[in-house]
């Protein structure tokens, strides 16, 4: 269990990885895996460390936010793009077809005529 490891060191805590370090008690909690995130009563966000004891828990939430976002956006970006231009190539051969069918109707009259 990860409370034996409580008043020691940060480093023995995570090397378990199903604990928590609080810096506030020195305490090795149990990592609660039915909630995302760690709640205050448990420890603050600030003071928590999983993972690594350099890091706070909170910094490590944000950087994955930011890293998860940098994919997310370039691929989104991509699909609107591609969806663009997907519109824009199945549109040009209509104006196309138009404009040709306009000069062959230009054409036709301009033989009646002569």
């Known amino acids: 269990a990860c409370s034996e490891f409580s008043q020691r060191s940060c480093e023995e805590c995570l090397k378990n990885v199903s604990c928590l370090w609080c810096y506030t008690n020195n305490t090795c909690i149990d990592y609660p895996v039915r909630s995302i995130l760690p709640s205050s ?17 909170e910094v490590l939430i944000i950087a994955i936010a930011v890293v998860a976002g940098l994919i997310l956006v370039p691929i989104a970006v991509c699909c609107c793009y591609c969806c663009y ?27 009646l005529q002569r």
Request: glycine share 2%; proline share 2%.
């Open 85 to 111: 231009c997907r519109r824009r190539s199945r549109s040009r051969p209509d104006e196309e077809e138009e404009r040709l069918a306009r000069k062959r109707e230009e054409r036709r009259l301009q033989s």
């Open 41 to 57: 009563s448990l420890c603050s966000l600030s003071n928590a460390r999983w993972g690594v004891c350099w890091i706070k828990f």
